[in-house]
């Protein structure tokens, strides 16, 4: 299996934040959902493959090339979706296209004009009375219209109401019926993630917390909820973290098999939503 992303040891530090040894692997013809709340380092990540911002130490390939050194030829090959989109608002997507266009080789006009019915946008209305959803629909649209290999996305839903979000979700799985192209999608809506990813790389205060393919998730980690007196120093040992109320508790296990040795049937085991997971992976970090 090839790889489309391969990012080794990146190091990245600013006054107030650090982002430390991040490694993780994107095989060719899958969704990768990075999460991590506000704040974690996805973005710092993305700047970095497209190098918009200068590592400090680490390696990136991009289609077995670096990231740098061969940053032209892995360009052609990108499509990038911003979060928000510096789109010039006086210009309709029309005239946009063609400021676009001729930076590509591969431009498809056929496939631009396809998107934009698909998508349902007015060619001749100016970007500024775009609604977000229409942006972002449009980013697409420029993004898919040079046949690019790989889709990176940064909180493209993020403030879009529910039934665009589901467009775009709809987009992206249309995206992956070409098993040849890949997609990073930046995301803290854990619910779209989980929709659509087949990997999950879990990025907190600037680091990896785990690279795991959603199965392996799904399959890994389980809620666990009992009564306090089940509590002690050995039993929180098999659990990642730990909330206590008035009327039992509920805690985060990545090993269900061990958890089940300590609490037989005298507790409930429940799926651990990739929501789930984060709240008790913070809620640990705090505790640190």
């Known amino acids: 299996m090839t ?14 934040f650090e982002l430390r040894n991040v490694s993780f692997t994107l095989p060719a013809g899958h969704i990768m959902g990075l999460i991590g709340p506000n704040g974690a380092g996805k973005t710092t990540i993305i700047k970095s493959i497209m190098n918009l911002v ?13 990231h740098q050194s061969d940053e032209t030829a892995i360009k052609k090959r990108i499509g990038f979706v911003y979060d928000t989109p510096n789109f010039y608002g006086h210009l309709n997507l029309k005239r946009l296209k063609g400021v676009i266009a001729p930076f590509y080789e591969q431009w498809d006009e056929a496939t631009f004009t396809d998107l934009v019915n698909q998508f349902g946008l007015p060619m001749n209305k100016s970007l500024k009375k775009f609604s977000r959803g229409m942006t972002m629909k449009a980013s697409i649209a420029l993004a898919l219209s040079h046949h690019a290999d790989f889709l990176i996305m940064d909180e493209p839903t993020s403030g879009l109401d529910p039934v665009v979000r589901r467009e775009m979700l709809e987009i992206l799985r249309g995206i992956m019926q070409d098993e040849q192209k890949s997609v990073l999608f930046s995301s803290h809506v854990t619910t779209d993630i989980e929709q659509v990813a087949d990997y999950i790389t879990y990025i907190h ?73 984060m709240f008790f992976h913070n809620l640990k970090a705090k505790a640190d």
């Open 3 to 16: 790889n489309t992303l391969e990012i080794k040891n990146l190091s990245k530090s600013y006054k107030d």
């Open 54 to 66: 200068m590592k400090q130490a680490g390696e990136i390939k991009v289609f077995g090339l670096d």
């Open 205 to 277: 205060h600037g680091r990896v917390v785990f690279c795991k393919t959603k199965d392996e998730v799904n399959e890994g980690y389980a809620l666990v909820k009992g009564g306090n007196e089940l509590l002690d120093a050995d039993t929180r040992r098999n659990l990642i973290a730990v909330r206590s109320g008035q009327f039992g508790f509920e805690a985060l296990t990545d090993d269900v098999q061990s958890a089940r040795k300590v609490f037989g049937d005298s507790v409930v085991y429940d799926k651990a939503t990739v929501e789930d997971i």
